[in-house]
């Protein structure tokens, strides 16, 4: 059964961190990416980062502008797991943050959700001011 758990969620003030974590489990974490979303209340889901655990050391990783440079995504195959650093947290990065699975590499469509396969439940990250 493909499970993807996000957990690392939490209440944070402005100007924080937290690690969100998205393990992996029943299908070879190596041949997929791994990208994260989040959807605040009231808006779309976004797609904020990707990588590819197979190809990371080829640069295969993607953030979007609205969380770059603050944000910095890894990937543990050991643990099939990947991490979501989160620096300088603001109140406007207040969502729900889920991960999700695509076959192979990232790629220019890393952020349409339309393109992943295999989807975690969500985390809870609330930054206050």
């Known amino acids: 059964e493909v499970q993807l758990q996000a957990s690392g969620g939490g209440l944070v003030q402005s100007g924080g961190s937290l690690r969100l974590s998205c393990a992996a489990s029943g299908f070879n974490f190596n041949d997929y990416a791994i990208g994260w979303f989040r959807q605040a209340p009231g808006k779309k889901r976004e797609g904020i980062s990707c990588?590819?655990?197979?190809?990371?050391?080829?640069?295969?990783?993607y953030y979007a502008n609205s969380v770059k440079d603050r944000f910095t995504i890894s990937s543990d195959s050991r643990k099939k797991t990947v991490y979501l650093q989160m620096d300088n947290l603001k109140p406007e990065d207040t969502a729900v943050y889920f991960c999700?699975?695509?076959?192979?590499?990232?790629?220019?469509?890393?952020?349409?959700?339309?393109?992943?396969?295999?989807w975690g439940q969500g985390t809870l990250v609330t930054v206050s001011s």
């Open positions: 999700a699975a695509k076959i192979f590499k990232c790629g220019a469509y890393y952020s349409d959700e339309d393109a992943y396969d295999y």
């Open positions: 990588v590819s655990s197979s190809y990371s050391n080829d640069g295969n990783l």
